[in-house]
């Protein structure tokens, strides 16, 4: 059998205090029957199918299976087979939680329930990472019952163990041949010499819950004792090895972030990351941000697996919450590490794209509602979701093709050097990044230097040209520039870009507004080259008093709205599958000269800030509008795109705006008409953006806020979210 694709929904239901977090209701998993479709048009073998208790069990006794009914129906029709999860680090419904004694006979009536009413179910997760699970809701106090301590650790894992054993046990009396697909996240610890001892005691703390399943855990396994002292009887734990309920496959869940490094070098990490056990404080740090060498990765944790227990495995989550690219490479080293330990002789069965719909608010540990969106295989910012390139590869891993998208060339960035933020342990293992490049034009310009930023923070292979390397109106320098560094995709930033000049300077702005980009998007059309382009909001009159959206009619004002109507005209026309972005008013952290800049300035030097009161527009955040943009290429999107900060405002309102988040007095900004500024060229009064297409970028009061730490900063792209430390008990 060649190596299978699953895929599910992330659908944890945490519990915070007394609130749920329902990813499923963040996504509308079960409201879109459409979903189901989109799954299984994935090529998919099976499922992680989420029956989850919380969701069910509407009071005691009591369950709701409308929705089970039809979807395990439609999954039948579809010929999926579901993997029905119980308990995704949940706590179960209000009545009971970890800590309860009941905890395992409740969840076991329950697993009992579910298999009387489908009784063809063959394969079980009924406690997804129990180990992870008691880590943050007991030891760390980050979930419901909010605990900090060993005991309570050892006994949220205990309870989740032998809700296990007893849901299997009652699932099993009804189809005696149902299977145990267990899964756990296996994050491996290293450390400085003197913190041996501590990784040593968690690289072995991550194996109990399948140590303790299988039956491990007698009085030689290198836990007991710490179980022992921390609440765990020695009746419950042999009564485990009496009876162990092994898994029939164990699956891998591997993070780049859960592979962790202690250090008491204290002094050189910031304070949230130092804490300690007993004997020794240490900075509890992702491996991948200071260890010199590659971390283990999917390769690694299977392979252990596998000589561990002996048994079949799978990787039962592949996702990662970066850039489109990023989430490319993992997916795609993940199946390639399935590959190569499949071909050593191993039993790797599958691999799964989890988070097919994103994820809502994992950069807290889902602490907080924040409505922190990442994409996965599906972009649920769009209506109805859009698919993203993810999907795409997906369908290529499940159908037996080899993946060829462009970006698959380089790194991930935790192969990079950048990923290095603290002084590395050890020799630096990094690869360069490499691949066919972006040809980014308008070398000069803000929004090219931006591209050429983010570009250099994504791994991206980027050419960042000038007009003397490439002038987009002339046929010859365009090919010669194409063949000279063979791109997969170009960036067309370059333009006359001053609005009323314009008006004085017909021929030369045409040139550069109109000619050039079609010149260009028919040489990348015959060169089967992507092409992200971009227009303005000025092709609108303003006759509207609601944001325009894409399909709405073109009526420009002025001689620069003119020539970008008629740049899309000729570029859609030339090159169909070009990505042309329409985009406003201009502000980011790396151009001194951008208006906000500028007006801030002004407002701390005493002086006034004059700005329109009457033109009202959608202000735009460069990085957002740069990092939105690639990832639209990324994913093969075509056609028009409006990307602006969600929100509108007058120019003397975005004044104000920026005041506020600067902490400045607004009372030197003067609200004027716009026909006092002396512009030469007709605004629209209202030009602001709206998309139907997807709400891809964030709010303007977010991009302001950013904005403020970020022009400070120097530096727009964001790090991963640490894991935060805790004290433990060491072995």
């Keep these: 059998m060649p190596l299978e694709l699953w895929a599910g929904p992330e659908c944890t239901v945490n519990r915070l205090g007394d609130t749920y977090h329902d990813q499923l209701e963040s996504s509308q998993f079960v409201e879109d029957p459409l979903h189901l479709e989109r799954l299984a048009g994935l090529g998919i073998s099976r499922m992680r199918f989420p029956l989850l208790w919380e969701r069910t069990e509407t009071s005691r006794g009591q369950r709701d299976w409308r929705w089970s009914d039809t979807a395990l129906a439609q999954l039948s029709a579809l010929k999926v087979e579901p993997i029905v999860g119980l308990l995704h680090h949940g706590s179960g419904p209000a009545w009971t939680n970890l800590l309860d004694p009941a905890l395992a ?56 163990i032998y809700a296990t054993v007893g849901a299997m046990k009652a699932v099993r009396r009804i189809n005696p041949h149902a299977r145990l697909v267990q899964t756990e996240d296996l994050g491996f610890a290293t450390s400085s010499p003197s913190l041996a001892y501590q990784a040593k005691f968690e690289n072995l703390r991550r194996w109990l819950s399948f140590d303790l399943l299988t039956g491990r855990v007698d009085r030689r396994h290198g836990l007991w004792r710490y179980l022992r002292k921390a609440g765990a009887s020695e009746y419950e734990l042999d009564a485990l090895c009496d009876e162990p309920c092994p898994p029939d496959i164990f699956g891998v869940n591997s993070y780049i972030t859960s592979e962790r490094h ?63 690219e990023e989430q490319l490479r993992w997916l795609h080293q993940a199946w390639a590490a399935a590959s190569t330990v499949r071909d050593e002789g191993r039993d790797v069965r599958a691999v799964t794209c989890w988070a097919t719909l994103g994820t809502f608010d994992w950069n807290s540990l889902v602490t907080r509602r924040d409505g922190h969106y990442e994409p996965g295989l599906w972009d649920l910012s769009s209506t109805p979701p859009r698919e993203t390139a993810l999907a795409g590869m997906a369908r290529h891993l499940s159908s037996g093709k080899t993946p060829d998208h462009p970006v698959l060339g380089g790194p991930g960035w935790w192969q990079r050097e950048t990923r290095l933020i603290y002084g590395p342990q050890g020799e630096v293992e990094a690869l360069p990044v490499s691949g066919r490049p972006l040809l980014i034009t308008g070398a000069t310009g803000t929004l090219g230097k931006a591209f050429a930023r983010i570009c250099e923070a994504r791994g991206l292979a980027y050419q960042l040209l000038s007009r003397a390397d490439m002038d987009i109106a002339d046929p010859v320098s365009v090919e010669v520039a194409l063949q000279r560094w063979q791109p997969w995709a170009v960036v067309n930033t370059a333009g006359f870009v001053r609005v009323d000049d314009a008006e004085r300077d017909g021929a030369r702005q045409w040139r550069e507004n109109a000619v050039g980009p079609g010149v260009l998007a028919g040489a990348c059309a015959q060169h089967d080259i992507r092409l992200l382009a971009f227009s303005s909001d000025l092709v609108f009159d303003g006759a509207k ?157 977010s991009g302001l806020e950013r904005y403020m730490t970020e022009a400070v900063s120097g530096a727009a792209e964001a790090t991963g979210c640490a894991e935060p430390v805790v004290a433990e008990e060491a072995l």
């Design 262 to 324: 202690l250090d008491e070098r204290i002094w050189i990490y910031p304070p949230q990351l130092v804490g300690g056990n007993k004997r020794h404080r240490y900075a509890d740090v992702e491996a991948v941000r200071v260890n010199g060498s590659f971390a283990g990765g999917f390769e690694a944790r299977l392979r252990e697996t596998c000589e561990r227990y002996g048994g079949p495995v799978a990787i039962t989550e592949v996702h990662l919450g970066c850039r489109r």
């Design 545 to 701: 008093t609601q944001p325009y959206i894409e399909t709405d009619t073109p009526q420009p004002l002025n001689a620069y709205g003119r020539a970008k109507h008629e740049a899309e005209r000729r570029v859609l026309a030339a090159a169909p599958r070009a990505l042309m972005v329409r985009s406003a008013a201009f502000f980011g952290p790396w151009d001194a000269h951008n208006f906000v800049t500028t007006g801030l300035q002004a407002l701390r030097r005493g002086e006034p800030w004059t700005m329109a009161h009457d033109q009202a527009v959608s202000p735009t955040y460069v990085p957002d509008l740069v990092h939105s943009s690639l990832d639209l290429l990324v994913d093969g999107e075509r056609g028009i795109w409006h990307l602006a900060n969600q929100g509108s405002a007058s120019w003397s309102g975005l004044a104000c705006m920026a005041a506020e988040v600067a902490g400045l007095e607004t009372r030197l900004i003067q609200p004027v008409p716009g026909m006092t500024l002396g512009q030469l060229a007709a605004r629209p009064r209202f030009s602001a953006l709206g998309s139907a297409r997807g709400n891809v970028m964030p709010t303007l009061q």
């Design 105 to 160: 006979p409740l969840l076991a009536n329950y697993a009992g329930a579910v298999a009387e009413r489908y009784p063809y179910i063959t394969d079980w997760t009924p406690v997804n990472e129990p180990l992870t699970t008691a880590r943050f809701s007991g030891l760390y106090g980050f979930w419901y019952p909010h605990r900090s301590d060993d005991a309570s650790f050892v006994r949220a894992l205990l309870n989740q």
